[in-house]
């Protein structure tokens, strides 16, 4: 799992200055996290890598504006995010009726590390499909708090919610997710 | 066992050889230079006019786009008007009716019989007042 000192160790200022080997540590670093993220909001195998380039383009272009080393990974999902809500608008899609469903009451999280879900070798096949069967939100707070392992701080900046919304998306989404995996045990 | 990160990236591990592809091609155009060189003081103004039209206008474009249209309604709807009241205050200037002329004539009429029975008087229909003898000498031979 990723360590939150990760942050300060990427190489995000020798980017700035143009170095290539930056860039390519960051890319290997990023790049599959990213696509992952992204491929949850399109789910087209082009389409994903083609908005994965665009970010690191992006983020190539604006790494000069960034104020803070240590939140490149969020910036850069946040980017990730505005193409993808970019591709939805030019290609008139919207999300379903149940992908919009948003849960307003704020509630505890009791688990905030990702690093406690553990997934057995028989579940990891039930764990994606129920993970893609979740409300585009929830899915994309959960992805987040499980790729990078964001706070619901850095879930909010990402995503544009409120931090309430965040917490409540995520313990609903790992409410569900934990019933599903429990009853398949059951 | 293994952690939802594991799984998920799993999952998309087909995608690394096309990821890899795109990583080299990004960092072939870095190496060229192509990639525009931005300084952060550039970058951040350059950005903030991108950041204001990616985050104000972009999203409520419709709204923006409304808005505008209603003034230019309400602009057209204003011209009209004005140009209406000034059409009907000069037809109302250059063609006076009958009866505001009788109206006129009668006010007329009126008030000259006003400013006849309400005439100055003269000073010699004033009431002389009784004042001091030294005084009365010098008046009588004024007047």
């Not at chain 1, 028989?122 to 992805?143: G, V, Y």
């Not at chain 1, 919610?161 to 409540?168: M, R």
């Not at chain 2, 230019?72 to 059409?87: K, Q, Y």
Request: include cysteine; aromatic fraction near 8%.
């Amino acid at each position: 799992m990723p360590v939150m000192s990760e942050q300060e160790l990427l190489p995000v200022r020798e980017a700035r200055e143009g170095n290539p080997e930056a860039w390519a540590a960051l890319l290997a670093r990023f790049r599959l996290p990213l696509y992952a993220y992204i491929h949850e909001w399109v789910h087209h195998e082009q389409t994903a890598l083609d908005l994965v380039q665009e970010t690191f383009i992006n983020a190539a272009r604006h790494v000069g504006s960034l104020r803070e080393d240590g939140k490149f990974a969020s910036w850069l999902f946040h980017i990730a995010q505005q193409k993808c809500i970019q591709h939805w608008r030019n290609s008139k899609r919207y999300p379903e009726p149940g992908d919009i469903e948003i849960h307003e009451r704020t509630l505890v999280d009791e688990s905030p590390d990702p690093g406690e879900w553990l997934v057995r070798r028989e579940d990891e096949e039930q764990f994606m499909k129920h993970l893609q069967e979740l409300p585009l939100p929830q899915r994309s707070a959960l992805m987040l708090h499980f790729l990078e392992g964001f706070s619901l701080e850095e879930i909010a900046g990402i995503t544009g919610a409120q931090v309430g919304t965040v917490k409540s998306r995520l313990h609903y989404a790992k409410k569900t997710m934990r019933q599903i995996l429990e009853e398949k045990r059951k | 066992m293994k952690t939802p990160r594991d799984i998920i990236l799993q999952h998309h591990c087909a995608a690394e050889v096309g990821l890899q592809t795109l990583s080299a091609q990004q960092l072939a155009q870095l190496a060229a230079g192509k990639q525009s060189r931005v300084t952060p003081k550039a970058a951040r103004s350059n950005s903030f006019f991108t950041n204001l039209w990616a985050e104000v206008f972009l999203p409520w474009r419709k709204v923006w786009l409304g808005l505008g249209a209603a003034w230019v309604v309400i602009l057209v709807f204003n011209t009209v008007l004005r140009e209406d009241s000034s059409r009907i205050a000069l037809q109302s200037l250059s063609a006076p009716t009958p009866e505001t002329l009788q109206l006129l004539t009668e006010q007329r009429r009126i008030l000259a019989q006003l400013m006849e029975t309400t005439e100055p008087q003269t000073p010699a229909d004033i009431p002389r007042k009784p004042g001091p003898r030294s005084e009365a000498v010098t008046r009588r031979a004024i007047v």
